[in-house]
């Protein structure tokens, strides 16, 4: 969807990186631009392309994007969330001794992101899109929380309406098998007041 943005909107993704190093005076405009040519002083300014992830470019091009998709379709009919247990054994046995699964945190965010893709392409994009009649677009960034712990947010555009949605009970509030109320009181009357909501549309 990206062609539908006009082409110098997609130019602001690009975005240079002024380097001070070795620098003790402040820098002036004269220094980053030539007054006389009205080039860019190439000895101390890069180019930051829009591949490199938490870049500026990167994250432009990103907005645009989704900026895009919003102007197309609109609001988004789902918005979801999936948490890492990191403390499972699946992420703990990793590693041989390794105690908690961020002791390496290389091969822990591999490890994450390739069970994330494989459960997002064959049961977000195919089981779960079949049954709610089609998914038309998406959106998902990953945050990671201050212990370490990844988290995904994702927003989903169906073919389905939101009314649509809720009279198929996808869009519902529930609790758990179980009787939390006397197993967990606290969680109960916590997730009761603050966590339950009705679709008041």
Same mark, same amino acid.
């Given at each position: 969807?990206?062609?539908? =943005? ?6 602001t ?6 380097? /001070?190093?070795?620098r /003790? ?16 002083n ?8 829009? !591949? =490199?992830?938490?870049?500026y ?10 900026q895009c998709?919003?102007? &197309?379709?609109?609001s988004p009919?789902?918005?979801l969330t ?5 403390n ?15 002791d390496?945190?290389?091969v822990?965010?591999?490890h ?11 049961y ?7 049954q =709610?009649?089609g ?15 990844? !988290?995904i ?10 009314n ?18 006397t197993?967990d ?8 007041? !603050?966590?339950?909501h009705?679709? &008041?549309?």
């Open positions: 969807m990206l062609d539908t =943005i006009e082409k110098n909107k997609i130019a993704a690009n975005r240079f990186v002024i380097s /001070t190093k070795g /003790t005076q402040k820098l002036k405009q004269r220094d980053i631009v030539n007054p006389q040519t009205k080039k860019l190439k000895n101390i300014i890069s180019t930051v392309p829009p !591949h =490199i992830r938490s870049s470019a990167y994250k432009k091009r990103n907005y645009l994007d989704l998709i919003f102007d &197309n379709l609109g009919q789902l918005f999936f948490s890492c247990s990191d499972s054994e699946d992420f703990r046995s990793l590693i041989p001794g390794m105690a908690n699964a961020w390496d945190p290389v822990f965010a591999m994450w992101k390739r069970k994330w893709l494989k459960f997002f392409n064959n977000i994009l195919g089981y779960f899109a079949d =709610i009649g998914v038309k677009e998406y959106s998902w960034v990953l945050e990671v929380q201050d212990r370490g712990s990844p !988290h947010h994702l927003v989903l555009w169906t073919e389905k309406t939101v649509e949605l809720i009279d198929m009970n996808v869009v519902h509030t529930w609790f758990p098998p179980g009787n939390s109320s197993s009181p606290l969680m109960h009357q916590l997730v009761n007041t !603050h966590q339950l009705s679709c &008041n549309l």
